[in-house]
């Protein structure tokens, strides 16, 4: 497998400002292929091949970032800035629900079970009905089972 660097580090090696590289890519993709020079990780970050690292020298080589280029940069920075940022933000979001989910589903269906609202109870007497209705009541947790057998009706 061949190496793939982060814009950061494509920037060390190609001498060429973060900036000038990310404005490059967004100016000019006709120029930059995705899996050819460019390739994006399972978490949408861009990742430069070894071909886009000589590309990148080569554009060096024919332009040198002027101040217009500096300029543009420093304008068009904020929201790539703010993008990376909700990117990253969001998947660890996206990974802690995931990882916290089961335990606080099972942990409110506990609750449920042991001191319903009125709200709740009613919600688990109609869908007790609907498994008896449909003829998979024997698919019901062993929790509600006592309720099966006192007739669906489990109120005081």
Do not use: C
């Amino acid at each position: 497998m061949q190496n793939l660097y982060t814009t950061p580090e494509a920037a060390k090696l190609t001498g060429i400002p973060e900036s000038t590289i990310r404005s490059w890519l967004r100016r000019y993709p006709e120029v930059f292929q995705f899996e050819v020079h460019v390739v994006s990780d399972e978490h949408g970050v861009k990742l430069w091949t070894e071909a886009g690292i000589e590309l990148l020298h080569s554009r060096r080589a024919s332009k040198t970032a002027t101040d217009d280029d500096a300029s543009f940069d420093a304008e068009s920075d904020a929201p790539d800035l703010l993008e990376s940022l909700l990117e990253e933000d969001s998947q660890r979001l996206a990974n802690e629900y995931w990882r916290l989910l089961p335990g606080r589903t099972l942990q409110r269906i506990k609750q449920m079970r042991d001191n319903p609202t009125p709200q709740q109870r009613q919600t688990v007497q109609t869908s007790i009905n609907a498994a008896i209705n449909a003829g998979t009541e024997h698919l019901l947790l062993p929790t509600y089972q006592p309720m099966l057998l006192e007739g669906g009706d489990e109120t005081d």
